[in-house]
């Protein structure tokens, strides 16, 4: 199961999954980019891929979602906790108070709304894997970053969270940080400002979003006995979360 799977790295997760074998369900709220996906997934890779078109940050969509799953399908190996997003940059006094409701929603509440529900069925199976795209914002915090590193600081700590009390279970869990990627991540977060968002990656290579999901894919093809528990990658170019080399 792949959150956020219609663009950047959860779609190019989903890909690398289906490649591998896996049967997906992919979730997201822009329907005809899921039903394009889940065609062009079974058609490539042959692989059964089922689309659930809810907003994560509903709770009881997201829960009826989830109990509504085919036997079949409940039976979850890997949750790629992937669905996120910024909204704003701005000092903190500054910030918008929906800005900042959106991220907590979607970031933190949203994962943990799905966590509880599959993290349910893997307990039952006694295994499973959990990967949470967190972000460079999850290990730094930057200037006007201040909630967006929030949320991600606070998967990071669910994160930890999750390995201890699903450790009995068989469940696996790790944490992926990435750092820049070019994706609709920074369209999304100066809302539809291209030419903003651009700049962002200007003048070094960012990584793409087909770099983060071989990280997952890594994490989940790992013996049985193996769990990583942490990867931080980032451009060649970056540094840290502030000190990019760029051309
Ligand atoms: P994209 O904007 O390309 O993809 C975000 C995905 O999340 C989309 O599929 C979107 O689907 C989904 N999503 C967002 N909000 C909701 C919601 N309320 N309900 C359901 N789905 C939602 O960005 P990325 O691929 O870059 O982002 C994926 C993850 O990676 C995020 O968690 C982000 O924080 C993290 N990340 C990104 C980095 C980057 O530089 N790009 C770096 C580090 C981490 P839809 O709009 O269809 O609902
Ligand atoms: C997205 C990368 O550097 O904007 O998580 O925090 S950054």
Known sequence: MVTGATSGI???????????????????????????LKKALGVKYKCDVLSLNFDIRCREHVETAIDHLPATWKKISVLVNNAGLASGLDLIQNGSTDDWDRMIDTNVKGLLYITRKVAALMMEAKSGHIVNITSIAAKEV?????????????????????????????????????????????????????????????????LCAGDVADAVWFAVSRPAHVNINDMLIMPAA??????????
């Open 238 to 247: 970056q540094a840290n979360a502030t000190i990019a080399y760029r051309k």
């Open 142 to 206: 930057y200037e006007k970053g201040n909630v967006y590193c929030a949320t991600k600081h606070a998967v990071d700590a669910l994160t930890e969270g999750m390995r201890i009390d699903l450790l009995p279970y068989g469940v696996r869990v790790t944490s992926i940080a990435p750092g820049m990627v070019n994706t609709e991540f920074s369209t999304v977060r100066f809302k539809g400002d291209r030419e903003r968002a651009d700049k962002v990656y200007e003048g070094l290579i960012p």
């Open 10 to 36: 959860g779609k190019a997760t989903a890909e690398i999954l289906a490649e591998n074998g896996y049967d997906l369900i992919i979730t997201g709220r822009r329907t005809v980019l899921l039903e394009d």
